[in-house]
DNA sequence: CTCGTTGTCAACCAAATGGTTGAGGAGTAC
DNA sequence: GTACTCCTCAACCATTTGGTTGACAACGAG
């Protein structure tokens, strides 16, 4: 579905200056001189890294010389997705956690291990 | 600081392949040879995107042959990155909306506006 | 209307990326 | 110890990426 514009949104900021801008215009819209006024490379590298930065969907201008105004929905759609593995690979910690610590019980108590693997699905 | 690791973070997860991975990792640890099998892809391939996968910080083994097993910590890397720009953002909306209100509030009332205007820092 | 400012497009280049195949290293099983 | 299985390393290739410079399109001010 949205894969591919996940892999956008990743990619655009895999990019140290591309996230500096993002930090940039999270507090401030601003032009592209602007923008490219602090870095050492020319205009047109941060016009790309804009547009880049534009096709993923994390900025956008109403025109031309317009204000770059961060589109912070995106982020949305980051959060979701790393929220869904987070959580999931924390559940597995839990459910490691609970088995290591029938392990230790079972060491404890050997003869009773059998009642305890009810929960094999 | 850690921009680098932000950095190798965020290609890894660029990749489709690499975030399907992740997300079958989520789930269970796996062997290098059982995560390559569902791909077309060689098996030397998913060796080298697990190997960025881990130069990211993102998966880790204990030995060659052993399963890879995902690091969730490194999700909050990501998670404090973007909840920092988006409350930003979001904050930013706020004081636009408060902003939008004022100049309402002037076109009803033209004559009180400077009285209004004592937080221009 | 003309001129200067602002930003993009085009062509080019070096380095990185994602893939391939072929060879080899390290365990495991016999 | 030998053989097999699993995985990685090396070399190579095509494409993408991040940068450059030069030309030019479009807008605002005079």
Do not use: C, N
């Not at 032009?31 to 969907?57: F, R």
């Amino acid at each position: 579905m949205s894969e591919d514009r996940l892999s956008r949104v990743f990619a655009a900021l895999a990019d140290p200056t591309r996230r500096d801008l993002v930090a940039r215009l999270s507090s401030a819209d601003a032009t592209v001189g602007e923008l490219a006024a602090p870095y050492d490379v020319s205009l047109q590298a941060v016009s790309k890294h804009l547009k880049v930065l534009e096709d993923a969907g994390l900025v956008s201008r109403e025109s031309r010389r317009a204000p770059v105004r961060l589109e912070a929905e995106v982020f949305d759609l980051m959060t979701k997705w790393i929220d869904r593995y987070q959580q999931q690979a924390e559940e597995r910690y839990r459910r490691l956690d609970a088995l290591l610590d029938e392990m230790q019980d079972s060491t404890r108590e050997t003869s009773r291990q059998q009642s305890r693997e009810q929960d094999a699905s």
